[in-house]
């Protein structure tokens, strides 16, 4: 009967996930059940290892598995997409976080520094229309879709087996991750007034003099030519390693 077929399956799928919590279909030898757990298991665990190697090194054996065994028996992801595992993993971290389930306390933004790098090499997300060459103070600079200005409470580069804090430090870690021209993925820590800079160009509404007299504002400068003089040279720089790929006319 298909409704029985259907239990079954069901009741297959729930031991496999979560064996302590759900009991074994009847009539399937247990040594044969196990060969599935481990398999099954085994490549989560292995998928996971590899998107995450910092973490799976800054964990212990017994933290790294209860910690997969508890995504693997609980997350219930939104894509059936192996590249996407890493993402739901990330979630299920944010999700404990919000929980307090006692994880340390930087190891949902660890994970997502350590998925960033993967996302962006597969990011097929169009170029947008564009002039490569238009002019960076009197157009609206158009920032690549493979470029992300991100921040981070906890100073994620530096965690690992050796450095494991206690405490987040005062300042915000900010970082710019891109994917240049040949595919290769950068990470390059910026400073406050570059993070807010890319800040006002992603909402894609002002020109670059006007981004930058916005930043000289914000940033107590009464006399704003100078800034937008080596503003402007920043901008080309970006332009040069693909961050900025050109401009769009100023409504």
């Known amino acids: 009967m298909p409704e029985t077929l259907r239990r079954q399956q069901f009741a297959f799928a729930a031991h496999l996930r979560d064996p302590s919590a759900h009991p074994a279909p009847p009539g399937i030898e247990d040594r044969r059940l196990a060969i599935y757990r481990d ?19 800054t964990l212990d054996d017994d933290a790294w598995r ?6 693997y028996a609980r997350h219930r992801s939104r894509t059936p997409l192996f590249a996407e595992i890493g993402r739901e993993f990330i979630r299920f971290l944010e999700t404990r976080a919000e929980q307090d389930a006692g994880d340390p306390p930087w190891l949902s933004e660890l994970a997502h520094y350590e998925w960033v790098e993967l996302a962006l090499q597969i990011s097929d997300e169009p170029r947008p229309d564009c002039d490569a060459d ?13 470029a992300w200005a991100l921040a981070y409470r906890w100073p994620v580069p530096r965690i690992g087996p050796d450095y494991r804090p206690d405490a987040p430090p005062d300042a915000p870690t900010l970082l710019l991750v891109r994917r240049d021209p040949l595919g290769e993925v950068r990470f390059a820590e910026i400073s406050p007034l570059v993070y807010r800079l890319l800040q006002i160009l992603d909402a894609g509404a002002a020109t670059g003099r006007q981004a930058l007299e916005t930043l000289a504002a914000e940033a107590g ?31």
Do not use: C, H, W, Y
């Not at 209860?66 to 995504?71: D, E, G, I, K, N």
């Not at 238009?134 to 493979?146: E, F, H, I, R, T």
């Not at 400068?221 to 720089?237: K, T, W």
């Not at 900025?244 to 006319?249: A, C, E, N, W």
């Open 134 to 146: 238009g002019d960076l103070l009197d157009g609206v600079p158009v920032p690549s879709p493979q």
């Open 66 to 71: 209860t910690l997969v065994r508890a995504f």
């Open 39 to 57: 398999l099954f298991f085994n490549n989560i665990e292995g998928l996971l290892a590899g998107n995450f190697p910092v973490i799976r090194k």
């Open 221 to 251: 400068i009464a006399d704003p030519s100078g800034f937008v003089e080596q503003g402007a040279a920043m901008l080309q720089r970006m332009r040069e390693e693909g961050t900025i790929l050109g401009t769009r006319p100023s409504p």
